[in-house]
Nanobody
């Protein structure tokens, strides 16, 4: 089992920045791909970004490319999502997620759907005002 706890959400004006953190516990963090998803009211959960186990490869949804950066610190068991140039349409609850231990060996661009993940955090609210 992997436990995930997000933090860092809040209210920010359009054009501003936030950094989300996802603290992991329970298993060897460096064995897991990490992903970020978001869900806006009335919408389905959407893939945002993923990072491979070593942190050398990343993948993003087109709408956040060049604005968001996913990273990880395996020594601190933490994944991050740096969000810059935020827009009102980025408003959502943001979740971090990890696959089951035996599902972490595919290319990072394979991890773009909720079905690829088994462990989820509780979410953190990001609100961007116009």
């Amino acid at each position: 089992q992997v436990q995930l706890v997000e933090s860092g959400g809040g209210l920010v004006q359009a054009g501003g920045s936030l950094r989300l953190s996802c603290a992991a516990s329970g298993r060897t963090f460096s064995n897991y791909v990490m992903g970020w998803f978001r869900q806006a009211p009335g919408k389905e959960r959407e893939f945002v970004a993923a990072i491979d186990r070593s942190g050398s490869s990343t993948n993003y949804v087109d709408s956040v490319k060049d604005r968001f950066t996913i990273s990880r610190d395996n020594a601190k068991n933490t994944a991050y999502l740096q969000m810059n140039s935020l827009k009102p349409e980025d408003t959502a609850v943001y979740y971090c997620a990890a696959p089951r231990w035996d599902k972490n060996f595919r290319p990072v661009d394979s991890y773009t759907t909720s079905k690829a993940y088994d462990y989820w955090g509780q979410g953190t609210q990001v609100t961007v005002s116009s």
